[in-house]
T-cell receptor, first 111, second 116 residues
């Protein structure tokens, strides 16, 4: 069964600090992995998409890594801002374009 | 840049009524996906269309139907609404790249459906 597990479930950090979110998956055959940011009541916004051959990809203060061997990904946020408070969702796609969503990490950035 | 447009943004219906949600994909995107997200839950894939043909089907109830039109917009029709249908309904769009791989999905802002 395809599964995506994220940790931690929730995280509280102070503004300006860095944090790392984790995603483990058992989706096969793997096609790509995406990180989304979802504000409450709004649609998910894509941060990065990574294919099998990519190890790391950056988008501003967001850096995603992928280890296809261990089936793990991480999202590192540097110099956090209050606007980073949101749910961060890891989504893995298989070759049939079926998406499996993780439950998300709820990040709260405090001033 | 143009994004996925969904209408209406909010909808209130009573049990057993019908509802129609609309989705306008990003220009030149040929694939549309529908998701249902209940309170505190992950988005659940309902159905998708590629070039106006149904391409994948997820956990869409028989009471729901959808289609994609010639201008690539899509409509999700929901009949005999139940209280449990209250949720955020997201539409996402993508396009088939030259490599034969679908590119990432871009999500719309969602339609919040409340069934009373």
């Amino acid at each position: 069964k395809n599964q995506v597990e994220q940790s931690p479930q929730s995280l509280i950090i102070l503004e300006g600090k860095n944090c790392t979110l984790q995603c483990n998956y058992t989706v096969s055959p793997f096609s790509n992995l995406r990180w989304y940011k979802q504000d409450t009541g709004r649609g998910p916004v894509s941060l990065t998409i990574m294919t099998f051959s990519e190890n790391t990809k950056s988008n501003g203060r967001y850096t995603a890594t992928l280890d296809a061997d261990t089936k793990q990904s991480s999202l590192h946020i540097t110099a956090s801002q209050l606007s980073d408070s949101a749910s961060y969702i890891c989504v893995v796609s298989n070759s049939a374009r079926q998406l499996t969503f993780g439950s998300g990490t709820q990040l709260t950035v405090l001033p | 840049a143009a994004g996925v447009i969904q209408s209406p943004r909010h909808l209130i219906k009573e049990k057993r009524e019908t509802a129609t949600l609309k989705c306008y994909p990003i220009p030149r995107h040929d694939t549309v996906y529908w998701y249902q997200q209940g309170p505190g839950q992950d988005p659940q894939f309902l159905i998708s269309f590629y070039e106006k043909m149904q391409s994948d089907k997820g956990s869409i109830p028989d009471r729901f139907s959808a289609q994609q039109f010639s201008d690539y917009h899509s409509e999700l029709n929901m009949s005999s609404l139940e209280l449990g249908d209250s949720a955020l309904y997201f539409c996402a769009s993508s396009f088939l790249g030259v490599s034969g791989v679908w590119n990432e999905q871009f999500f719309g802002p969602g339609t919040r459906l409340t069934v009373l």
